[in-house]
């Protein structure tokens, strides 16, 4: 059974930092990309990073963009991202999610279209507060 399982959220002061995970299970990252997406209460989900099946070509959504770094660890089928200067806003479930690296091999998947994501997880839950 192919899962993708989100950890490393948590409850973090403005200013903060987390790294969160996204372990592979039942199969191998080499050829896929990856991408986070994010849903705050009441809003709908929304894109944050993503990262090509090579693991070197990278795409942030403004919001993130300076504060936030996804890597790729193919020898253990983990995704991270880092996420530095945290604020009240980042404040959501954050998903990961995988697409076809046939296609994203050399370039980063976008993050508006979801279609292009196959398998996701059930997220972690990211609170920054004081």
């Known amino acids: 059974q192919l899962q993708l399982v989100e950890s490393g959220g948590g409850l973090v002061q403005p200013g903060g930092s987390l790294r969160l995970s996204c372990a592979a299970s039942?199969?191998?990252?080499?050829?896929?990309?990856l991408a986070w997406f994010r849903q705050a209460p009441g809003k709908e989900r929304e894109g944050v990073s993503s990262?090509?099946?090579?693991?070197?070509?990278?795409h942030y959504v403004d919001s993130v963009k300076g504060r936030s770094t996804i890597t790729k660890d193919n020898a253990e089928s983990t995704v991270y991202l880092q996420m530095n200067s945290l604020k009240a806003e980042d404040t959501a479930v954050y998903f990961c999610?995988?697409?076809?690296?046939?296609?994203?091999?050399?370039?980063?998947?976008?993050?508006?279209?979801?279609?292009?994501?196959?398998?996701w997880g059930r997220g972690t839950q990211v609170t920054v507060s004081s």
């Open positions: 999610a995988t697409a076809d690296g046939s296609s994203w091999y050399y370039q980063p998947p976008g993050v508006t279209n979801e279609y292009e994501y196959d398998v």
């Open positions: 990262i090509s099946a090579r693991g070197v070509s990278t």
């Open positions: 039942g199969f191998s990252l080499d050829h896929y990309a």
